[in-house]
């Protein structure tokens, strides 16, 4: 009862800080309070990221953009007293859904190729494989374990062996929209009925180069407000 009551009182008493040695002591528990913030504005595309930092919209600036990956992009305030950092806007790529790894019969991969992969050549010879196989089956030939090939039309009445190409390069749609896309390898395969799949070869080196093109793009987009030091880009 007294205990209780002697530590009701001391409650009361306010809060009382000691210095000892270069640490500071409470007779309470503190509680940081977090400052209010608005919620991120969300965009599709890096211009309009570009945008509402050319206007300074909510007169934010100076902010740090952070490129995070090849889809994300960030414009984040310095420390506020709570060291804390607010994220004004956020750019998140808006891409179509390829399934690296995932076998497709050939009509839709066929469709896949010409919807999600920019033209650069080695997609127009995939496609005229893979849109003129004549038979179900698959073959793999040589002694490497990784050469195939396919029975295909090759004329207007004529179906040959082709062969199978293999490791490609492609430009499949894996960042925004206003950088060129990166062109990496892949390791093609084909199965009987026939399907055919690709998988990614180049140990995601593609995402380094992304990234710089994205860090190219915003430089030149954003060099007024970089050159006057309303703007930082961290990759």
């Known amino acids: 009862m007294i205990k209780s009551a002697i530590e009701k009182i001391l409650s009361l008493a306010g809060i009382h800080t000691t210095e ?7 007779n309470q528990e503190l509680r940081r309070v977090s400052e209010p913030t608005a919620s991120t504005l969300k ?11 050319r206007n300074d919209f909510d007169a934010k600036l100076p902010v740090m953009v952070h490129i995070e990956s090849p889809t994300l992009v960030s ?22 859904n390829i399934r690296f790894g995932d076998f497709y019969d050939v009509e839709r991969f066929n469709i896949l190729l010409q919807s999600c992969f920019v033209e ?3 997609r127009s010879k995939l496609l005229a494989i893979v849109g003129n196989v004549r038979d179900e089956n698959v073959m793999s030939f040589g002694d490497n374990g990784i050469s195939q090939q396919v029975t ?35 390791v093609f395969r084909m199965q009987d009925g026939p399907s ?22 915003l430089d030149e987009a954003l060099k007024e407000q970089i050159s006057s030091g309303q703007v930082v880009i961290i990759a």
């Open 20 to 26: 000892i040695g270069e640490q500071v002591y409470t």
């Open 43 to 53: 965009v599709r595309n890096l211009s309009g990221l570009v945008d509402y930092l």
């Open 75 to 96: 414009a984040v305030t310095g420390f506020n007293r709570n060291v804390e950092r607010n994220t004004l806007i956020q750019a998140e790529a808006l891409l179509p």
């Open 120 to 122: 650069n050549g080695v």
């Open 152 to 186: 295909a039309k090759t004329g207007v009445a004529t179906a040959e062996i082709v062969p199978v190409p293999n490791p490609v390069n492609l430009k499949p749609y894996r960042t925004f929209v206003e950088i060129e896309q990166p062109e990496s390898s892949f």
């Open 196 to 217: 055919a799949a690709i998988f990614e070869a180049d140990g995601g080196e593609w995402k380094l180069r992304a990234i710089q093109e994205i860090k190219s793009y």
